[in-house]
Structure formats: C-alpha cells, structure tokens
C-alpha cells in the first residue's frame, strides 16, 4: 500500500497524459491498480514501482484503444509516441513538482487563484465559470491560460533554483 | 517560435481547450502541427497536463489554501464595494415604525448636525487612525512597485500595428503605466483582472492608470464591465465615464470632444471642461457629446453600430453587434458583409453560381441537393408533397408540403431584382423586389432573399456556429412578401421550419396585400433552418415570393 500512495500520481499522470478526457482517466487508472493488486506478486522487490505501474498502465491504455478507438482528443500515434518518450522524466519528478506548486500558488492573484480552484477543486465548467463572472468562455480560457502559465513559469524557476531538473 | 508561444499563452490556452474538448478542427490541426515539430511546445504540454494531474488527485495544493480564500470573501468583498457606492447615491428609503408616534410614516435622511461635546481622547485617537489609513491608501496606490505589476492582458489583436515598431501582441501582460500606447493601426481587445473587456479601434491612443481605469486620448473604445469590475472608469481630457454595470461605447477626438454611447446599464458621464462642473446619468439607449471648447453636453442620437464590441481573431470575427445575414451567406459573405448579391444556388444541381438564373422553362427536380461551396448552406429542394414528405435537410429530415406543380422557375438568390423577361420583345426588365413596408437602406433596397415557388433551402446553424463560437444565435426574423410592383396577388405560401418542424407558415391570396414579419426563438440545440416557399396550388406564375431582411440575431456568449 505505502509503495502504491507513493507512486498513484505517477500512473495517474501518465494515464492523463494519454487520455485527456478525465472519467475516462480514472477508469483506467482504477483497472490499472486493480491489476497491480492482483499481479503484485509478479513484482521484483528493489524494482521501481512505479515504471511496472506504468508498464501495466500503457497495456490497459492499449486494450481500452482496442476496444473504443480513438476518441476525437486523439492526437495521433506519432505525438502520442513522442510524449511517452519525453515524459518519463516529469512524471519521475512528479513531487517535487507538487513542493514547488504549493510555493508557486502564492504568486497568483486572487481572482485567478479562485477561478483555479473553481476549475479543478469544485470541478466547475468553463461555460458555469463564465456564467458566475459575468463573462464569457473566451476570457475564462484567457484567464485559465495566464494562470496557468505563471504556475508553470514559477514551478520551473522553483525546481532550476533547487537543482531538482 | 516557442518564445512567442510562452510569451503569448496561445499554446497554452489550446491545450486546455484541446483537453476540454472545445478546440475548432483547425486549431486542432495547428495544434498537432505544433506538437509535432517543437519539442519545447510536447515539454510545455507534458508540464501542463502534471499540473491538471496534481490539481486531480488526492491531497491538492488547493486544498490546502486557507478556507477564507475558498470562501466567498471575494465575491462578498465586491458586493459591498458595489453596494457602497450604490448607496452613496441611492433615494431615501421610506421605513415604517412598529408603534409610531402621531401614527406616521417616517423618512431616513440625513441626520441634522447637532451641537455635541467630544471627550478630546477619542477624538485624537480617530484622527491618528484616519492618518494612518490614508497612509495606507495613499502608499497602495503611489507604490512604487505597483507600476511593475501587470493589471490586465491584452486578450486579442486585429491587424494591430503599434507606434514606435512596438510588438505587443496577443497574450502581453500590461501593466498601468506613465507611457500611453499609440495604436496606429487595427483593432486590440484588452481584459482587465476585473474582467473589465475595452475593445480599442486605431487610431487611438490609451493609457492604463490602475487596475480598474483607463485614460482614452483619442480613438475609440467599447467597454463591457461585468459586475465584477463595477466602477470601473474611463478618463479623457476633460472627463470622466464611470461604468455602473453596463456597455457603452466612446470616441475621443483630437480636438477633446468626447462622444459617450450608453448600450446596456448605465454610467455617470463627469465633465469640467471650461471650468463647468457636470455630472449626469446616462441609462442604456442615450448618447452625450462634449464638446470641449464650450463644456457644453448635448444629446446625440445612440448608435448602436458605431463601435466595434468584440473581435475574435481565431475566427476573423469584429463584431459591432450586427446581425447575421442570410442573404449574405447566400452571395458568398460571412454573414456580416462581402457577399455579392448577384450570386444564386441552382435547385436542380445544388451548383453556386456567380450569376443567379431566372426564368427557367418549367424546369423539375426532385430531392435534396447539398450544396459545395457555400458552407453555411447545407441543401435545397424542390417542395412537392403530391408523392409525400420532401427531404430537406442532408440528416433526412423530411416535410410535408403542400401538393404542388414541382416545378421552379429561378435560382435561390440575394439579388434585390428580379430579371423580367417581356414574352413578345425577349427584352429583359430589371425589376425591384422592394415590399410595400420596406424602406430603402443607405445601400439601396435591404438584403433578401428570392425565394421562387416551388424552393427551398437549409441552412446548417451548427456551421455558424462553429465559425463563430463566441456570438450564440438567439433568434431568426424575417419579413415575408410580395414586391410592391405587382399590383395583384397570386397564391402563394411562405414556410419556416427548424429542424424539421413548421414555426411560421403564411399565405398570400388574391385579396391578402400584406406582408409579414416573423422573429422564431432558436435554441442552442436546433440545428437546420429552412425557408421554403410553394405555389399555392395555382401554378408559379407571379409567385415573387421575398423573405426580406432574413437575419439570425446573435448576442455575445
């Protein structure tokens, strides 16, 4: 259990890498670990946990493929490729991306801080945001975009100064 | 490139539209495209979708925010900003007592001053208190690090060029400033951390004085203030404009006359100009000139197209709030203009043709022809309910008209004239298609559509919006007739259906002269628009049927 605590963001990330629709993310997320579960004896002690999760992730991605084909948020095997390849080290790094977050947050405003939460917290769509502001789904995305971006400006300058990339 | 992505958060703004599924087909090509040849934009997007995934799962770092930011403190705190200034200029309200003497009503006003004596301790302790928070005021707001902090984003540009070879483009954080930005050229759109929106028209010149104010040198402007940045501000030369929750529009001149168009709410309109001291409420409809020289205010007429309102580059949209017209999409236009009125659609082949044909020989056709090249347009047909329901959408919606000649005699066509062919001489005669009711526009007769039994079309809502995601169509109107030139009526019937299902259907007869307006509701779900026009069962001689000044209204999503 405490190896699966320490390693569910990885598999979770690599899987939304993939599958940007969220359900079906935590679909497959949820098979993967029901298979680690059941397959965890075939795991070698002193292995890295998270690579095999990862490992049985990328089958199950592959067979839900199989069975549904690709959605329209598909981006084609080529890209696809490419960033499973490039990856790999983000995902590894995955907390001491969350540190920096936590830091990184601060330097929000807190109109932007709020559409943030509102967003991924309270699960709130785009168009429902919108509609609370006053305003419209281009200027939600507009905002959405920004603050995101200073979150990802900061979380690098954050993991540079402490040598952490 | 990357730069230029990072610097403008387009990239980044794709991403997420991409992964909620609201990406356009072309954006989504750009998107790969990009995706496929920069590895700085697959690092960008990989860090993008960690950041989602944390935001995702189980202990978020925003869960973690303290709960009175999670609270609506914020909201609270703008509704009481909104709620004392409302007060400040808000009617006495009348309050009755429970037991009042003399058994009357009573009014709050303001309390009359009274001689009092103050103990001198508190009062040195108010004035120290009243020092110090001016202190704090005055340090929020002449801060020297407030100049550095950005206080709104330039949110979309049309052709922008700016003075001084300045590249500020789409995504550029801007920051209040002592300098003002001189725009020489095109249109910019410039989002508040309020959510205040200013849509700037070139020539202008403008200058951002605080989170919530602008200072408008010359040009002309367009504010949308939500009741998030209310009092938000607007300052030329000689006024002020300040927003009570609404739309309205400004042109500055050179000269420092200033033109205030109020479209929706209302503000209050400052002036000093010539040493007079004016302050006037504006409710939504009325405009003011000031004319700057005299300090005079005098009352224009609002104009509701005068300035532009939005502008989406993504998809070549600058909107002052016109309607779409149908008969523009006809002659090849956007629906906002460019169409060229001669064009028409042959029924029998669906083909577009340049120049519109009129006077066929009896031609027939039956089925629904999709039409190429008019993308707005998904087909037309011949109506003909003697062998049962017509066709009339490519999803196979079916209708069922009339028993009719199941012939036509003219394309579909925006042309206002109608080309008249004299049996005995062969020679042709242009004639105005001008309804009784209808003036003339300032471009001559108003946009239509000829509409010649047996005819129709479908237009394909879903493509209109697709092209423009950030108007939303709220409904469909339209004036149906017979030109003012035949002084005699034949029988013919109007239609209108969507997705399937008749909303208006009119028929003109030998004694019936008049023409009629329409406007149908259209709801987010519908997806084809017809208009259809039969022959009455008398045959389709004369049968001149105008759907006049079709237009789909569109308000700002």
């Known amino acids: 259990m405490r190896l699966l605590f320490a390693n569910e963001r990885r598999i979770y990330s690599y899987i939304y890498l993939l599958i940007p629709c969220r359900a079906d993310a935590e679909d497959l997320f949820q098979e993967t670990l029901s298979i680690m579960w059941t397959k965890f004896d075939h795991f070698e002690e002193g292995k890295d946990f998270g690579s095999w999760g990862i490992g049985i992730a990328h089958h199950v991605i592959q067979n839900y493929r199989r069975k549904k084909g690709h959605g329209p948020l598909y981006l084609g095997e080529e890209i696809e490729g490419l960033l499973e390849e490039e990856a790999h080290q983000s995902i590894k790094a995955i907390d001491f991306r969350i540190e920096a977050l936590r830091q990184c947050l601060t330097e929000l405003n807190p109109l932007d801080r709020r559409i943030i939460h509102w967003r991924y917290e309270d699960e709130i769509s785009v168009k429902s945001i919108a509609e609370k502001m006053c305003t419209t789904i281009k200027v939600i995305y507009v905002k959405l975009a920004r603050a995101h971006d200073i979150l990802l400006r900061c979380i690098r300058r954050t993991l540079a100064e402490q040598g952490s990339e | ?557």
């Open chain 2, 1 to 557: 490139m990357m730069e230029f992505l990072r610097e403008n958060q387009v990239f980044c703004e794709w991403v997420l539209r991409f992964r909620d599924g609201t990406l356009t087909d072309e954006e989504l090509q750009r998107l790969k495209g990009v995706l496929r040849t920069h590895p700085e934009a697959r690092r960008y997007y990989i860090e993008l979708v960690m950041l989602q995934a944390i935001f995702h799962g189980r202990k978020s770092p925003l869960s973690e925010i303290p709960q009175d930011f999670a609270s609506e403190k914020l909201l609270d705190w703008r509704l009481w900003q909104a709620l004392a200034k409302e007060e400040n200029t808000a009617e006495p309200i009348p309050v009755q007592q429970n037991a009042p003497q003399n058994e009357e009503n009573y009014t709050i006003r303001p309390s009359i001053k009274q001689r009092q004596t103050l103990s001198k301790v508190p009062l040195y302790a108010l004035i120290a208190s009243a020092a110090a928070l001016v202190a704090i005021i005055l340090l929020a707001r002449f801060s020297p690090f407030r100049e550095s902090q950005s206080v709104a984003l330039l949110a979309d540009t049309f052709g922008a060029v700016w003075a001084d070879s300045a590249s500020w483009t789409k995504g550029t954080l801007l920051s209040a400033s002592s300098k003002p930005f001189v725009l020489r050229a095109g249109l910019v759109q410039i989002l508040f951390d309020n959510f205040a929106q200013v849509t700037v028209e070139a020539p202008a010149s403008f200058q951002l004085l605080g989170e919530d104010m602008l200072k408008l040198h010359y040009g002309k402007l367009y504010a949308v203030v939500p009741s998030s940045a209310y009092g938000f501000q607007i300052c030329t030369r000689e006024s002020k404009i300040i927003d009570l929750g609404t739309e309205f529009g400004i042109a500055q001149g050179l000269n420092g006359d200033t033109e205030v168009h109020v479209l929706r709410g209302k503000v209050v309109f400052v002036s000093k100009a010539s040493g007079q001291n004016i302050s006037l409420n504006l409710p939504a409809g009325e405009a003011r000139r000031l004319r700057s020289s005299t300090g005079q205010i005098k009352e224009i007429e609002c104009r509701e197209d005068f300035f532009v309102r939005y502008i989406d580059s993504s998809s070549n949209l600058i909107w002052k709030g016109q309607s779409l017209s149908l008969a523009d999409l006809i002659g090849g236009g956007n629906g906002f203009g460019g169409g060229d009125n001669r064009r028409g659609i042959n029924l029998s082949t669906g083909q577009l043709q340049n120049i519109a044909n009129q006077g066929y020989e009896t031609p027939e056709a039956t089925g629904f022809r999709t039409v190429k090249g008019a993308p707005f347009v998904d087909g037309v047909f011949v109506p003909n309910g003697a062998s049962g329901p017509t066709i009339i959408s490519s999803l196979g919606h079916q209708f069922l008209f009339p028993p009719t000649s199941g012939e036509y005699w003219s394309d579909i066509t925006s042309n206002p004239y109608l080309a008249k062919k004299d049996p005995t001489t062969g020679i042709i005669d242009y004639v105005s298609t001008r309804l009784e009711v209808e003036e003339d526009a300032e471009t001559g007769i108003p946009p239509r559509l000829l509409i010649h039994p047996n005819a129709g079309i479908t237009f394909d809502l879903d493509q209109i919006r697709r092209a423009y995601p950030t108007l939303e169509m709220k409904s469909f109107r339209v004036l149906c007739g017979l030109p003012q030139v035949l002084d005699f009526r034949k029988r013919s019937e109007f239609w209108v259906l969507v997705d399937g299902n008749c909303v208006f259907h009119y028929q003109s007869d030998y004694q019936n002269l008049q023409s009629k307006t329409v406007e149908i509701p259209i709801t987010p779900t519908n997806r084809f628009l017809t208009l259809a026009a039969t022959d009455g069962g008398d045959g389709t001689h004369y049968d001149w049927c105008i759907f006049a000044q079709p237009i789909l209204i569109m308000e700002r999503k």
